[in-house]
Every structure is written in C-alpha cells, then in structure tokens.
C-alpha cells in the first residue's frame, strides 16, 4: 500500500497494529521509514512542513483527535510510536500483567518520580507538562529525574498522549508553543475493552501474537530485539 497522505497512513496502521515513530532504527517497523530532513524524490510525503495532510509530524496529534482506535506515546525502545486498539492488550499483558501501579511501586519496580507522576494525572485528570510540573510539586532542577520517569510510564504503558495544548496567561489568551497532554491509559481506553481482554491473555499468547505479526512485517527482525520491543525492557 502507498503511503501518500494521513489516510493511507491511519489504513497501513491499522492493517499493522503498530509501528514506530520517527523511523526504524530497532530494525522492527515503521511505517514512515524516512529520514527527519528528507525523504525520497516523487513522495509528497515530507516532514515539518506543518501540511497535516503529508506532515508525519502533524499526524502524531492528528490520529488522537480525530480517532479512538490509536494510541500514541513513548511506548517502544524509550521512542515514540503507535498501537492500534486490536494490538493494546497483548502490550498491556506483557508490560503490566494485569498489576497496578501501587503493586509495581511496592516492589521497587516504579520510581517515586513515575508514582507520583502517575497520581498528579490520575488525580487531575488529562494534565499538559507544565500542569504535571506545577501540581506535582516538581522542582525545575530535577527535570532529568522528571522526564525519565514521564517515560517510564509510558513504557510501561500507564500513561499515554492525549493531545496538546498551549498555556494560558492570566486573562486566558494562549501563548508560547504547543506542549504534550498526558492521560491514563485506563481513562484513553475506558469506552472499550481493551484492560479486560488483557486480562484474559497469558504471557506466552501475547507475546506470541506480537512477535508473530513482527514478523510478518519485517521477517529480518531479531529475536532480542523483537523481545525489548514487546515488553519494553
């Protein structure tokens, strides 16, 4: 299938069930597998010119605003990349295990960072960065620790992109660049059943339907790094 527009994308991605961000340098898949300053001669499809119909760039937003069957986030290799609704459960069986947060924390599995985090967004509800920053209590000389644990989480599949969204002086008029808005994943998905169809995979069944679509895409994958891509680690 060619790849010429946002629809042809949104179709090849939901015919894949995942795919990469900014290209595929795994040696996985990706669904633009163009370089970030140029692509091939003849394709309309070129990155930052801010046309959300040939832009991969705009079309990150673009799949969260306009669809419900598509998540997108830091979910692969600590990079950005999508997961379709058919594909969300046999990831979620593999990077939670039908476990919460607290259960994880418990263990030493999660960062006090990515807990608190975790319960900012969960407590407030969708959350820009700013807002996570502000009502987290997070001080500005611990960004480091802040954004290693913002993709933990999404690496593990408790928090997703949402949208963005711009801040607000205080007579409400918008001003500076778009930031990232962050959701729970239980609130992304709660109209459908993807938690509760993770919750009837085991491990070997989800692993196997991931690594067997891999594959099917790009038959030269390796087994290590099909492993990494679905459980994250």
Known sequence: ?????????????????????????????????????????????VWHTGDPETDPWEWRIRVLQE????AYSKCFFKKSGYITREFYP???????????????????LISSHAKRIYETVREHGDLPLHGIKTLGGFARD???????????LQMRL????????????????EYGWDTTVFRTTERFWEATDVFALAEELDEAEAYGA????????????????????????
């Open 158 to 173: 408790y928090l997703t992109i949402c949208g963005t969204c711009r801040r607000r002086n205080a007579r409400g008029e």
């Open 210 to 233: 991931i690594r067997e679509r891999v594959l099917k895409l790009n038959p030269s994958a390796e087994e290590k790094k099909i492993r990494k891509f679905a459980y994250g680690r």
């Open 90 to 108: 046999y990831f979620l069986a593999l990077r939670r295990g039908g476990r919460e947060l607290g259960d994880e924390y418990a263990d030493g």
């Open 67 to 70: 669809r419900g069957d598509i």
């Open 1 to 45: 299938m060619e790849l010429n527009n946002f629809t042809d994308f949104v179709n090849i991605l939901l015919a894949s069930g995942f795919s990469i961000g900014g290209g595929n340098g795994e040696g996985i898949y990706a669904i633009v597998n163009y370089d970030w300053l140029s692509t091939p001669p003849g394709t309309p499809v």
């Open 142 to 152: 611990g960004k480091s620790k802040f954004d290693a644990a913002l993709t933990e």
